[in-house]
């Protein structure tokens, strides 16, 4: 098939054995690649029953048919599995070059199963397989492990896959880490990576993705990046990183700030991405042929690093307005800190910061907290021991290398933040949609990212349903219905717009191009079908990503998944007396209503009904979950 290698690696660890195996075209035609493709996959294994963390979970690594050719933007790679943090389907990505390599490598994806009886890696060279000792590389951070497994495989351009400390204890939001500091962070798929004592992969080609029609391909990719002088997102991205997007959306009210509970705090600016390249930036970094380059290569000299991958705006929030930190460099060092260990920096700032809050209500005692072992400060009331606190940075950064080690107190966040509030008796204070912590983007700030959290396959996600930057004119696919509009606009079409871009975006995490590139309809299609040759129209588009999202909705259900859990947290619920969101509070019920309907789902059950599932092609998941 052209697009794509034509074949994934199959690994089970309990065996040992390693083989190769076409890929399935009724398959690639219907869920294209990256999530989507993982998600058909998977299905086929799992039940309601299947552990997470048991050797029947498959951990899949799939690519999609742009990555790895000359479309800008287009280096990245789903990682996919039932998820250990939220017990439904999980799935990340994560950008670099990992993805790009393994195609040169020779495959599209590897699927994972079993487990090892002692840590493993595994090498993909030129095509060939091979399962390695890692018993000398457990207990080696991120860093190491990918310059040890690069000199192992006598690679110096090699790329590495693997887990720090935290996927080796499990932590439920352990990250799996590429590229220095790339991460596929969320939904735990370090800790299932971890589980099966797989410590990393290592790739390494020189093959070449084959094209349908490499002439066309060519002036449709021309075309695209002199198109990206006039994307004023992708230039913004390019002078700040995400970072730069802390102003605007502190502005508009959509960076949280004290577990999402103000509106505003003076501090937040400080946080700025402008006030980061100003004082702390090293360089720009860049992702497999990217021409927009938003990565930050950072310093924090005060704690003595010289090189930090990152912050981008998400970890800025996590670890900054979230937990009333704002001091810069300290954020700036919790971001290195995740990535050292391999953490999920939405999650365990998130987590965090709501130990926060319950120290402050009273939930949490200090008995509770146990030591820390910090001195006291100011910070703590004068105390130190077990005293968690809004804006003790050094706290922050001691929970952080706690929650990796599953020491103390640690070994309760390691288990995400629902988890936690349940643990006191305090479930309904989480911010989580099916246990996924919510990120820095707050539904109040605009209305739409009400049904992106709800309906997420994957819990609570931005990178599923952009509404932010739909109605900011910086994200719109007016050939697919997708248009800006009011942002605190609730109604019929709103919630159908945000169902469309839900379903736009996991077609993107199934082509695997980055949600930075944007441009427009008519030139991503034309570089699908010039290296695919399906000469796919765009009502296919959003068909296919109806299709994913259904498929990963039968998945969900299968999982236990009901209704009742399409909801949002308590407190994005409350609205705030200051800041931009203006006291405004989405009607989850009016957009959920109407993006069920969009999909084609019962909005009394939630479930797909017959007829959605036939029309999409999904007949064969109905088993008595459908909606008739």
Not at 31 to 38: I, K, Q, R
Request: aromatic share 6%.
């Amino acid at each position: 098939m052209n697009g794509y290698m034509d074949k994934i690696l199959r690994v089970d660890l309990s065996t040992g054995e390693l083989r190769d195996e076409p890929l399935d075209e009724e398959y690639v035609r219907g869920y294209v690649g990256g999530s989507g493709l993982a998600a058909r996959i998977v299905y086929d294994v799992v039940d309601g029953r299947t552990d997470p963390l048991g050797p029947d979970n498959p951990l899949v690594f799939m690519t999609g048919p742009l990555v790895g050719t000359a479309m800008p933007s287009a280096g990245r790679c789903s990682v996919c599995a039932l998820s250990p943090l939220t017990r439904i389907w999980g799935e990340s990505n994560t950008g670099g070059f990992f993805g790009p390599e393994l195609r040169f490598a020779g495959y599209d994806g590897v699927v994972v199963t079993g487990r090892a009886d002692k840590p493993v890696w595994l090498s993909i060279v030129e095509g060939r397989a091979e399962l390695h000792d890692a018993t000398n590389l457990w207990g080696d951070d991120s860093y190491a492990t990918q310059e040890r497994v690069r000199e192992a495989l006598g690679e110096p351009k090699a790329r590495v896959a693997c887990i720090g400390l935290a996927g080796e204890t499990r932590v439920k939001m352990a990250a799996v880490m590429n590229d220095h500091g790339r991460a596929a962070g969320r939904t735990g798929m370090g800790a299932v990576m971890g589980s099966k004592n797989l410590k990393a992969i290592g790739v390494r080609g020189s093959a070449k993705v084959p094209l349908a029609d490499p002439d066309g391909f060519k002036d449709v990719v021309r075309g695209i990046i002199v198109g990206l002088g006039e994307d004023m997102q992708a230039m913004s991205f390019q002078l700040a990183g995400t970072a730069g997007s802390v102003d605007i959306l502190l502005m508009y009210g959509d960076m949280p700030i004290r577990y999402y509970q103000q509106g505003e705090w003076e501090g937040a600016g400080n946080l700025s991405g402008v006030l980061m390249t100003d004082q702390y930036l090293n360089k720009g970094t860049a992702c497999y042929r990217c021409p927009i380059a938003c990565g930050r290569e950072t310093r924090a000299p005060h704690y003595g690093v010289e090189r930090v991958d990152g912050p981008e705006y998400e970890t800025l929030g996590a670890f900054g307005s979230l937990a009333m930190v704002d001091d810069l460099e300290a954020v700036i060092y919790a971001g290195h800190l995740c990535n050292v260990y391999g953490l999920d920096t939405i999650s365990t700032g998130c987590t965090i910061a709501l130990a926060c809050e319950m120290f402050e209500r009273g939930i949490l005692s200090p008995a509770d907290v146990g030591d820390l072992g910090l001195p006291p400060s100011p910070a703590r009331g004068g105390g130190g021991g077990g005293v968690i606190r809004y804006g003790d940075v050094r706290m922050t950064h001691r929970l952080i290398e706690m929650i990796a080690h599953r020491e103390g107190f640690g070994d309760a966040l390691a288990e995400g933040s629902a988890a936690l509030a349940e643990r006191f008796g305090a479930g309904e204070l989480a911010v989580t949609v099916n246990r996924l912590e919510v990120p820095m983007h707050d539904p109040r700030a605009f209305a739409g990212l009400a049904v992106s959290y709800a309906l997420s396959p994957r819990g609570a996600c931005h990178m599923e349903g952009d509404m932010y930057s739909v109605d900011m004119g910086m994200g719109p696919a007016f050939e697919l219905d997708i248009l800006p509009g009011d942002r605190f606009e609730v109604t019929e079409e709103k919630g159908r717009i945000a169902a469309r871009q839900q379903a736009w975006r996991n077609l993107y995490n199934a082509i695997n191009l980055c949600q930075f590139q944007n441009p427009g309809v008519e030139r991503l299609l034309a570089a699908l079908n010039g290296v695919t040759g399906w000469d796919l129209e765009a009502g296919d588009l959003m068909t296919l990503g109806k299709r994913i999202v259904t498929l990963k909705r039968m998945l969900n259900l299968r999982r236990g998944l009901t209704r009742a859990d399409d909801r949002l947290p308590d407190l994005l619920l409350k609205p705030l007396d200051d800041g931009g969101t203006e006291g405004m509070v989405p009607d989850v019920d009016v957009l959920l209503s109407s993006a069920y309907a969009e999909y084609g789902w019962d909005p009394e059950t939630g479930k797909p009904t017959q007829e959605t599932l036939e029309r999409l092609g999904l007949g064969f998941v109905a088993d008595g979950l459908c909606s008739t």
